[in-house]
């Protein structure tokens, strides 16, 4: 990212299928931002096996 001047903003999650969140945790880890979801989207992103 720096490569390119870019910074990362948000980790916007449109919705919380599983195959869209499992980057979540390394995001958060490199980039110190935490999803971004729906309040319905809770619930799958807390019982998922890798959640945020």
């Known amino acids: 990212m720096a490569d390119n001047q870019l910074t990362v ?6 919705h919380c299928h599983l195959d869209h969140i499992f980057s979540n945790r390394l995001v958060q880890k490199m980039f110190g931002k935490g999803p971004e979801i729906h309040k319905l989207d ?10 945020a």
């Open 42 to 51: 809770q619930v799958v992103l807390d019982r998922s096996p890798n959640p």
């Open 9 to 14: 903003a948000r980790l916007l999650n449109t």
